[in-house]
Structures are given as C-alpha cells and as structure tokens.
C-alpha cells in the first residue's frame, strides 16, 4: 500500500489550494477511511479533516468552513480543498488510510506555505 500526497505549494494569505492524495496496492478503497492531518513547525501533527468510509466527514475546528474533504472512490483517491488560507495553515500535510482491517497507512508529506 502506498498514499502519495500531492498539491502543495506556497500561496499568499486568502488564496486556495487543492491537495490530492493517491492510493495504490489497495483492492477495496472504498472501505477505507481517510484523512488529512498537518503537522507545523515546533507542533504535535493534528488531524485536519476526516472522511469515513460510511461517506462522512469531520473537521478540525480552526478549518471548518474553508476546507473540503472529499474522495473518488473509483481513482482511489481523496482531496483536500483549501480556501481562505492563512499562515496558520503552514504546515506539512499528510494523508492516512485506515483499512477496513483498523490498519493505518501514511503518505509522505506535501508542504504547504501561506505567506501573510
């Protein structure tokens, strides 16, 4: 199983970005859920955003209203769009799949950078 995370970049302050997270080696991505997590500077790595197999979603507070989480399960893929950053979201952002089997897959990290 591999995740290969993908979409980050530098943006200034108020601009968007959509990041994009692959899975391979995975026969069932539909039971999967998936999620972001972001891990900035200094700080613990924090879960942003989670879609669950069952087709719901959860946000991290701070994020609520400006990022969407969302999946196509037939490119095995999931998203993250980003709107109205702030330099607070700079952080590495990583996704994680957890398997129907309550195992757990991380990707290697994008980097995003907002500029204030």
């Known amino acids: 199983v591999q995740l290969q995370a993908s979409g980050g970049g530098l943006v200034q302050a108020g601009g968007s970005l959509r990041l994009s997270c692959v899975a391979s080696g995975i026969t069932a991505f539909s039971s999967w859920s998936m999620g972001w997590y972001r891990q900035a500077p200094g700080k613990q790595r924090e879960v942003v955003a989670l879609?669950?197999?069952?087709?719901?979603?959860n946000y991290e507070d701070s994020v609520k209203g400006r990022f969407t989480i969302s999946r196509d399960n037939r490119k095995n893929t999931v998203y993250l769009q980003m709107n109205s950053l702030r330099p607070d979201d700079t952080a590495v952002y990583y996704c994680k799949g957890r398997s129907c089997y309550a195992v757990d897959y991380w990707g290697k990290g994008t980097l995003v950078t907002v500029s204030s």
């Open positions: 879609a669950s197999r069952g087709g719901s979603v």
